[in-house]
């Protein structure tokens, strides 16, 4: 490396040449590690494992960065998994934006933190404008808010730790953030599909409440919420001592992308004094398109609703925001430390935006939100969408015309679970076969059977990608039996 070593950015000039070349050559050497005839490189588990683990880990002598660099993009680069491949497609697990990869070397070189005004003015600033864009973008009023969170498990959790202390204070008095679990709290219960994702099990037990306090509705053909067993199952729930204090609806489940009935659920809670959150993690893309939109359901309805800008969004990982439709169901998270964010701050006009997070460091990742946002418009993102929805309409039609498939669920966004007819071993071994080909596709169950899955976020992909994919299924399938 030429020039002095840029140990941290300065003022000299030869730092900021070398610091400028470092970014060049970074880019270099990913735009030589394009490929988009694999998604991944096909090595086998046992061999990757053992070449990575040759790389060793601390050195007595660094190398300096053109070196490592040059490691990386030997050793590691042709191995990492090219999400942004028309041949992935196993998970919600975006292609990044270009100009959002732009965002992540303005936000890594600058390096804010979202804790304190102090740490972020332009950051804070710029989140508290996005955050008053979402919520009115997602049908809330005035007084809703929110918070920019690490993804979808954590937004989730955000938004049922404030229906659990929402729920003791106004129905029992009980303060929870001062006091802990109250005395009853063995006879909470969360509803949700069985079909939601498992980061809601993993919230009652992080909150004391354990698994055993999430029901799991059953849901009908299309993998929604069955309204009258939830209803049913809330009566009996009562009747039998026990209390209700939330429901999540799903605005996207992980596998179908099917989407529970938001107005129905508000009834129901309502009717029975629960909070309703919606984990629209998956879902929430909708918003950007006007010709899918009211697939959602009117997220207004709802007390909280999460948001991730790192599935159909496209954001680089990690980037999601809880939405609350009342500011004060955040204080929950509200606690002042002289040395951070004191009380007097806001006196003089300062946000401290730990004041309303789980989180105390945190990225500046509304950044992300506001380049995408204001380099596409509403209108790119549109089509971005509008793509994926009908590529996942077209590759279900071609399936159900086909005799060699079945597919289950009727795609409302854009997954959608298949199988071929000849069991589970055949389905487990397409997908391994497709792995080591290099092209990524999902494995999920549906009644106790191994299903296949395509999740198509990629706006990249066309109806001829999905022909092809189809194609050599087929000739795989023909090869097993
Ligand atoms: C419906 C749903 N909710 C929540 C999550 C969790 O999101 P994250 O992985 O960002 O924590 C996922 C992840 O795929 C999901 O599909």
């Given amino acids: 490396m030429e020039g002095k070593d840029p140990v941290i950015l300065s003022s000299d ?28 490189s096909g090595k086998d588990v046992y061999e990757l494992r053992h070449d990575l683990e ?64 102090d740490q972020g003015p332009a950051a804070t600033e710029i989140e508290e404008n996005m955050v008053h864009g979402l919520v009115k973008l997602f049908g809330f009023g005035p007084e809703a808010d929110g918070t920019f969170t690490s993804g979808g498990t954590q937004s989730n959790m955000a938004g049922i730790i404030a229906a659990r202390d929402w729920y003791c204070g106004t129905k029992f008095g009980h303060d929870v953030k001062k006091k802990g679990l109250p005395s009853f709290y063995s006879r909470m219960r969360l509803y949700t599909s ?43 729930d009562i009747a039998a001592g026990l209390l209700p204090f939330c429901a999540v609806a799903t605005i996207g489940t992980t596998d179908y992308g099917s989407i529970d009935d938001v107005s129905e659920m508000r009834r129901i809670c309502d009717k029975y004094g629960m909070f309703l959150h919606a984990d629209a993690s998956y879902g929430s893309g909708l918003v950007m398109s ?104 077209y590759f ?7 005799p060699v498939f079945i597919a289950p669920v009727k795609p409302e966004i854009s997954s959608v679970v298949f199988a071929v007819k000849d069991g589970d071993e055949a389905n487990k071994n397409i997908r391994k076969r497709l792995m080591s080909e290099g092209s990524v596709i999902g494995q999920t169950s549906k009644d106790g059977r191994v299903m296949l899955k395509f999740t198509l976020l990629n706006p990249n992909l066309t109806h001829e990608h999905i022909d092809r994919i189809i194609a050599r299924i087929k000739e795989i399938r023909e090869e097993l039996v």
């Avoid at 965002?103 to 979202?114: A, C, Q, R, V, Y």
């Avoid at 997220?299 to 954001?315: I, P």
Wanted: aromatic share 10%; with cysteine.
């Fill in 13 to 40: 000039v030869s730092v900021k040449e070398t610091f400028r070349k470092m970014v060049a050559d970074t880019a270099d050497a990913i735009i030589r590690s394009y490929d988009d005839n694999t998604a991944y």
């Fill in 54 to 117: 040759n790389l060793g880990f601390l050195p007595e002598k660094g190398t300096g960065f053109d070196e490592t660099l040059r490691t990386v993009e030997k050793e590691i680069m042709p191995h990492l998994l090219r999400t942004w491949s028309t041949m992935y497609m196993p998970h919600l697990h975006a292609p990044a934006l270009t100009e959002t990869i732009a965002s992540e070397l303005i936000i890594g070189t600058f390096n804010d933190s979202m804790d304190s005004w």
């Fill in 194 to 236: 069985e079909v939601s994702h498992f980061s809601m099990e993993k919230t009652c037990h992080v909150m004391g409440l354990g698994y055993d306090s999430v029901r799991k509705l059953p849901v009908d053909s299309r993998c929604k919420i069955d309204i009258e067993k939830f209803e049913a199952m809330v009566k009996e």
């Fill in 290 to 393: 006007p010709r899918y939109r009211d697939r959602m359901g009117d997220m207004s309805l709802c007390d909280s609703v999460t948001v991730d800008f790192h599935k159909m969004f496209l954001l680089p990982i990690s980037c999601s925001v809880i939405l609350f439709k009342k500011k004060n169901l955040q204080e929950c998270f509200e606690l002042h430390a002289d040395y951070l964010n004191r009380e007097e701050d806001e006196e003089e006009g300062y946000i401290n935006l730990v004041d309303k997070s789980l989180q105390t460091t945190r990225r500046f990742d509304a950044l992300k939100v506001f380049m995408a946002f204001r380099t596409r418009g509403q209108e790119g993102f549109a089509k971005i969408i509008d793509t994926a929805v009908e590529n996942a309409g």
């Fill in 396 to 402: 279900y039609e071609r399936l159900l015309k086909d």
